[in-house]
Nanobody, 130 residues
Framework: QVKLVESGGGLVQFGGSLRLSCRTS????????IGWFRQAPGKEREGVSC????????YYRDSVKGRFTISRDNDRNVVYLQMNSLKPEDTATYYC???????????????????????WGRGTLVTVSS
């Protein structure tokens, strides 16, 4: 059974940092792409960062480039999102997601619908105060 569990969210001040974790189980993490997504109140879910199943590269949406870093620990089956220089507009619930056919980076890089991604965690809330 595929399972994704996010943690690490919380309240942080403008300019602060958080590290999100996504613990995975039920599949081989190093064989599939995986991504971080976020959804702010009243807005659509959007791709933040990903590790591609196609080429293994890491991708970021423009607004987080230089501030966020995605990494993966295949031995521990955990994916991280290090978030630095946080801004109020980063406030959202953050989700990790994977799919065994579609590359999650299609949503992050090309804006494809996130509805194509099959497996999601429940999310962790990040709130950045100004």
């Amino acid at each position: 059974q595929v399972k994704l569990v996010e943690s690490g969210g919380g309240l942080v001040q403008f300019g602060g940092s958080l590290r999100l974790s996504c613990r995975t189980s039920g599949f081989d993490l190093d064989n599939f792409g995986i991504g971080w997504f976020r959804q702010a109140p009243g807005k659509e879910r959007e791709g933040v960062s990903c590790i591609s199943s196609r080429d293994g590269n890491r991708y970021y949406r423009d607004s987080v480039k230089g501030r966020f870093t995605i990494s993966r620990d295949n031995d521990r089956n955990v994916v991280y999102l290090q978030m630095n220089s946080l801004k109020p507009e980063d406030t959202a619930t953050y989700y990790c997601a994977t799919d065994f056919e579609a590359d999650p980076c299609n949503s992050v890089v090309h804006g494809w619908s996130v509805s194509a991604i099959d497996y999601w965690g429940r999310g962790t809330l990040v709130t950045v105060s100004s």
